[in-house]
């Protein structure tokens, strides 16, 4: 059966603001939530379910300082747009999850990506910071990644960085679960320009050192996805390369062994416990090294085939079919993704069958795996295996249902002009209501032809580019169709289970020239707008195109309730500005209402507050 419809109708009340702590990853003084469907153990479950995303082990991330020294990368989350979560046990934001991986080669439990990222967002106003459930998060997925990426590469190969980066991770026991030895020296040792200056034992291992890294840095890939590896039988091989490397590799224990006396006193320990400790230490940092590599290299090549010279996305936008196609499909088939889309709210997709902003699939497992996907979920397209979890992802559709549209908080940010409203809900039925109706239900599939719309059109240009001679709906359509159904089998999904967690979709995906006009239910939340989010306020958007600010800082929260969506005047060091000029960027279109004179359109705003 269908899933369920939300109610439009939604509580409005402001839970009590909880203050919080120096987190470290971008704390708010304080917050306070606007209830609209989810709270309490439903909202902490949306907010760090794992769904396959696998990015690094989360002793990693603990432990991992940024590329520029300037502290602990997890310290600076909140610079990308990740909002803090006082009450996650792990100290993660909202929208990271910690998972079971089946990987042997990685320590402990992964952190992954999770759609909460995107989809709880937070608005400030009159020194009020409030978050909603289910409204798009100005999160830059591009920066996070990169930053990522710098720091894993700036750990694997300066011995320097490697040596403190094992010490930090030995108390957290991860990294060390079966070389306790191992781990006690790594706290131990003292740091690498100590050690080259601590006598002959200190010199040697530091020497040592440098060549391991070095070799490490020029054995070919070997750290393939490990779903890769099982599909294609060659995980035997690749640990037999790893082997071979690390025979080459290994330290003269005899040699070092006339040494212990100078090892015993560096490390402050018995000679004993340093010749128990030494191997395990050494292998724990030569094998961290390649496995940092390896996932540098991973996370560096998606980072790649997202962007490809594109034009940035910045905070709360992604341009997820361009970053799909050229992530699961072949190199011959890429294209750049140059059309970044605005991260939609879920409350409103819940209302629609045909999902996107073309409306261009009814497939909510389809879709909803590729989004795992391009989360760090690990995968191999010609078998269809992957890291994905079905069940997990059935689970974030039901809660996503259960979203209700938020109200106008009036008592936060004033009440709205009653005769300006009430003039503007005729003028809306005028001159919106045929492609926006405001009626409770199922909106109507209605998709406006690029002509007629005029909005920038790479969006619905590039999806309807063929895939090796045919139409990119049909490829994709039977890419995550196979995906799923090696998804289902993996976890032993029934028939009769099967059919609830596709929740009645068909799984059809479809080609359609144009944009789907959506649900304006919760439109004040929602901002910047069209598509591609190249219109900061509403105000703006029923300006004629040409009079719409041609570029406006992004990434701020803060909130213009007269304007109503964001404030973009004395925003101090923006952490992106939006250029329209830039082909997947432009403003143009949607000129509906904008002939209007000026007090009609400001009637209009006043209306569309209470949608």
Known sequence: MQRSIPTVAAAALLVVATTLGPHGHGADDGFSWLENGLDGDARRTFHHLAIGSELLPLAWLRALDAADGGGPLLGRLGRHGFLAD??????????????????????????????????????????????????????????????????????????????????????????????????????????????????????AIASRLEEAVDAVAAEPELDLPRVLAAAKGVEAKVESAWQRLTGRLRLDARTLATRRRDAAALAGETEEAVAAGLEEWWAETVETARLLRGRATLLARQSQMARMEAPRGGPGRVDDFGFARNLIFPASEMRVPDAPCSIPVLWATATVRWQGWDANNDSAMGRNLATAMAAGATFDAPSGVSTALPRSLAEIEDLAARITVPRWPAEWLGESDAPRAARGQVLFRTHCHDCHPTGAGPAPDRVVPLAEIGTDPNRARNFAAPLGGRPFAGAIEETLGRFKQVAYAAARVDAAESARLDGGRSDRWRTTGGYAARPLAGLWASAPYLHNGSVPTLHDLLLPPAERPVRFPVGQRDFDPVRVGLVTEGVEAPAFTLDTTIPGNHNTGHAYGTALPPDDRRDLVEFMKTL
Do not use: Q, W
Not at 102 to 131: E, I, K, N, Q
């Open 86 to 203: 006082p009450d996650d046990p792990h100290g993660l934001p909202v929208g990271l999850s910690v998972g079971e991986t089946a990987d042997r080669r990685f320590p402990g439990p992964m952190v992954g990506l999770t759609c909460a990222a995107c989809h709880t967002g937070a608005l400030s106003h009159a020194g009020r910071t409030v978050r909603i459930v289910g409204m798009p998060n100005m999160l830059s997925v591009e920066s996070f990644t990169e930053e990522l990426t710098e720091a894993i590469t700036a750990t694997a190969k300066p011995p320097r960085r490697l040596i403190a980066f094992v010490k930090r991770l030995a108390p957290h026991g991860d990294g060390f679960v079966k070389r306790p030895a191992g781990a006690l020296l790594a706290t131990r040792l003292p740091d690498f320009d100590r050690l080259g200056e601590a006598g002959a034992f200190g010199s």
